[in-house]
């Protein structure tokens, strides 16, 4: 159980630049609330579902150069919510630090694992057979993925076991990433300090 001597763990992120203006607001121990906001219909969907499932309270606003090409935007919010992660987690005191998720959507079922080692890493494992879903390109889920866990600065693996529909597949893979990431960041004062030989994470 989370004592009432920890500090809430919230953050907020913006990020502006000739590409893309965002502003995120963000809460590890929150009740899945969510205000999402990017310009791009499905990733507004896949992020609300991200807070849904972990538990966390997240608003993204986000104004990006759509009239180019969904990229930056899809990178950019993937680097603030990284980094809207790391800094919620302060000091990483008392957290679990691992954490895995299997969710199937349907037919679709994905596996998350996470590590919040300060140390990043990221390996995907999956295809998807139709070049977009709504609104979002599918080769920028990876992408996404990517630059999360380079700025939350975690060891994240993300596999599709199995699936047919593209939907399902990246949906299951929103919500195993953010039951991972629950798991990974509970505290408790059972948890070592800090939970790493190094003394530090």
């Given at each position: 159980?989370?004592?009432?001597?920890?500090?809430?763990?919230?953050?907020?992120?913006?990020?502006?630049?000739?590409?893309?203006?965002?502003?995120?607001?963000?809460?590890?121990?929150?009740?899945?609330?969510?205000?999402?906001?990017?310009?791009?219909?499905?990733?507004?969907?896949?992020?609300?579902?991200?807070?849904?499932?972990?538990h966390f309270d997240l608003d993204v606003k986000?104004?990006?150069?759509?009239?180019?090409?969904?990229?930056?935007?899809?990178?950019?919010?993937?680097?603030?919510?990284?980094?809207?992660?790391?800094?919620?987690?302060?000091?990483?005191?008392?957290?679990?630090?691992?954490?895995?998720?299997?969710?199937?959507?349907?037919?679709?079922?994905?596996?998350?694992?996470?590590?919040?080692?300060?140390?990043?890493?990221?390996?995907?494992?999956?295809e998807f057979d139709r070049p977009s879903v709504?609104?979002?390109?599918?080769?920028?889920?990876?992408?996404?993925?990517?630059?999360?866990?380079?700025?939350?600065?975690?060891?994240?693996?993300?596999?599709?076991?199995?699936?047919?529909?593209?939907?399902?597949?990246?949906?299951?893979?929103?919500?195993?990433?953010?039951?991972?990431?629950?798991?990974?960041?509970?505290?408790?004062?059972?948890?070592?300090?800090?939970?790493?030989?190094?003394?530090?994470?």
């Amino acid at each position: 159980m989370v004592e009432s001597a920890y500090t809430d763990r919230n953050s907020s992120v913006t990020r502006v630049t000739k590409e893309t203006d965002i502003a995120i607001q963000f809460t590890l121990d929150g009740t899945g609330s969510y205000n999402n906001l990017t310009g791009i219909g499905f990733l507004d969907h896949m992020l609300d579902l991200f807070a849904k499932h972990g538990h966390f309270d997240l608003d993204v606003k986000c104004k990006g150069d759509l009239s180019v090409d969904e990229h930056h935007t899809v990178e950019d919010v993937g680097i603030c919510l990284g980094q809207a992660v790391q800094q919620a987690l302060g000091d990483k005191s008392h957290i679990a630090r691992y954490g895995h998720a299997y969710v199937p959507m349907d037919e679709a079922l994905t596996r998350a694992v996470i590590d919040l080692s300060g140390r990043f890493t990221l390996y995907f494992d999956g295809e998807f057979d139709r070049p977009s879903v709504g609104d979002l390109p599918t080769e920028l889920v990876q992408h996404f993925w990517y630059s999360f866990a380079e700025h939350a600065q975690c060891t994240l693996h993300i596999s599709i076991l199995h699936g047919s529909n593209t939907h399902h597949k990246i949906e299951a893979i929103f919500k195993s990433v953010a039951r991972a990431l629950n798991i990974a960041t509970r505290r408790s004062e059972t948890n070592p300090q800090m939970p790493s030989t190094k003394g530090t994470l």
